[in-house]
């Protein structure tokens, strides 16, 4: 008799949203996308942040992708989510977050909406030299630095339509690749 003791394995936060059917996946020219919608409107405390995060980083390792730049998109997810959700003032919003790999390796993260309203670093009224930057708008600055030190960029392209942004991360030198998604 065996004594055998089979232990289930908890699937990952990326099988789950997978089996949800809440992950769509494509691989265009070469390269690969995953993408999935997120409530706008919310709270940024909202707790979409998280998994989204999470879900990210699961897919930057699963692509092989270095830890730092693993670590690189859950920051920019979790930044760029929130601006969205502070910035977009319908809760019926969606938007959505989409992560490339180009045929050169290179990790993209697009978070888009249907917001006019382009990101900027602001300050206080009274904030004068040397004094302390405003709460407000300091992620953006430390995205952009972060890409940066990467190799990389951040840039924002307006939809087709007008009507929304699209705020492009690339986390490595990667060229332009038109297997990104067209909003």
């Given at each position: 008799?065996?004594?055998?003791?089979?232990?289930?394995?908890?699937?990952?936060?990326?099988?789950?949203?997978?089996?949800?059917?809440?992950?769509?996946?494509?691989?265009?020219?070469?390269?690969?996308?995953?993408?999935?919608?997120?409530?706008?409107?919310?709270?940024?405390?909202?707790r979409e942040i998280r998994?989204?995060?999470?879900?990210?980083?699961?897919?930057?390792?699963?692509?092989?992708?270095?830890?730092?730049?693993?670590?690189?998109?859950?920051?920019?997810?979790?930044?760029?989510?929130?601006?969205?959700?502070?910035?977009?003032?319908?809760?019926?919003?969606?938007?959505?977050?989409?992560?490339?790999?180009?045929?050169?390796?290179?990790?993209?993260?697009?978070?888009?909406?249907?917001?006019?309203?382009?990101?900027?670093?602001?300050?206080?009224?009274?904030?004068?030299?040397?004094?302390?930057?405003?709460?407000?708008?300091?992620g953006i600055s430390m995205?952009?630095?972060?890409?940066?030190?990467?190799?990389?960029?951040?840039?924002?392209?307006?939809?087709?339509?007008?009507?929304?942004?699209?705020?492009?991360?690339?986390?490595?030198?990667?060229?332009?690749?038109?297997?990104?998604?067209?909003?």
């Amino acid at each position: 008799m065996s004594d055998s003791v089979t232990t289930a394995r908890t699937p990952t936060l990326t099988e789950v949203a997978e089996a949800m059917g809440l992950l769509e996946w494509s691989n265009p020219a070469d390269g690969r996308t995953v993408s999935w919608a997120f409530n706008c409107g919310a709270d940024p405390a909202f707790r979409e942040i998280r998994p989204c995060r999470k879900i990210a980083v699961e897919i930057a390792r699963e692509w092989g992708q270095p830890e730092e730049v693993a670590a690189a998109v859950e920051y920019v997810v979790a930044e760029l989510m929130t601006n969205t959700m502070q910035h977009v003032p319908l809760a019926h919003e969606i938007g959505s977050v989409t992560l490339g790999e180009t045929p050169d390796g290179t990790l993209v993260v697009l978070v888009h909406d249907r917001s006019r309203a382009r990101p900027y670093r602001r300050v206080d009224d009274d904030c004068r030299v040397g004094a302390d930057w405003s709460e407000s708008g300091r992620g953006i600055s430390m995205v952009g630095s972060l890409c940066r030190s990467l190799a990389g960029r951040l840039d924002v392209v307006r939809d087709i339509d007008g009507r929304g942004k699209c705020v492009r991360a690339w986390l490595g030198p990667g060229r332009e690749w038109d297997g990104l998604p067209q909003f």
